[in-house]
């Protein structure tokens, strides 16, 4: 710490780096073992240098929070990237337009306003845009409260142009995981009268790392302060 505070000053960020990698494999080992694939959510490093490590690793993309983490991603030559909150402003302003051309993102939805900003941007950039439906299941935070609600988003992904379904998106309370089931079970009967399947069913984050593959019918999962 002398040594630290001496040639850095303070504060000053260390970073274990023995340590980070550890958690890097135990994570990506975690993940494997349950049947799920990685994608870590960056925000809280916001580092390429570090997602590349995930990556590097076994993580299948990454997952932002918000379109300036992705763009920072992106020109870092990182490509699979999903964006897990609403976007409107960015999307209208031309940026999500920009970063589909350089990048597939995937962007998140709980609403019909934020579908017809995507809609927008890929009507600018003449390219889809992949959208995840996020969905409440006792978080409080953001998405549908109800399989009707992620059903009907569905429907007007599926009816509008440029707008591509790729799944659902879940954060569970570490409590929740039975309802989260309930509310998947019955929303995938729904997207199959719509003709659609999720080929992205997606739940989240550290806390919830004891949980990983508990959910039937998950394909990813999305740990973020685990380094």
Sequence with gaps: KERISR?????????????????????????????????PHIKTHKSPVL???QIAAGANGITCQKLGEAEI??????????????????ARS????????????????????TLAAYAEAAKAVEAPVGVVI??????????????AEAIHLAKIIRDTDGLEFRG???????QAWDAAQRFYDE????????????????????????????????TEHRPGTYI
Excluded: W
Aim: one cysteine or more; a positive charge; charged letters at 25%.
């Design 51 to 53: 997602a590349k490590m």
């Design 73 to 90: 991603m992106a020109d870092a030559g990182i490509e699979n990237i999903l964006v897990s909150y609403n976007l409107i402003g960015a």
């Design 168 to 174: 659902l998106l879940f954060y569970p309370t570490e």
């Design 7 to 39: 040639e850095f000053g303070t504060p000053a960020v260390v970073i274990d780096l023995d340590r980070v990698e550890r958690n890097i494999r135990r994570v990506q080992e975690i993940c494997e073992s349950r049947g799920v694939l990685n994608r």
């Design 94 to 113: 031309g940026r999500l337009a920009s970063l589909r051309r350089r990048a597939d993102v995937i962007v998140s939805a709980d609403n019909p306003v």
């Design 134 to 147: 996020e969905c409440n299941t006792g978080r409080k935070r953001a998405g549908v409260e109800t399989p």
């Design 187 to 218: 929303a995938v009967v729904g997207l199959k009268s719509l003709g659609l399947e999720a080929s992205i069913v997606s739940t989240g984050g550290t806390p919830n790392l004891p949980n990983v593959g508990k959910l039937a019918g998950a």
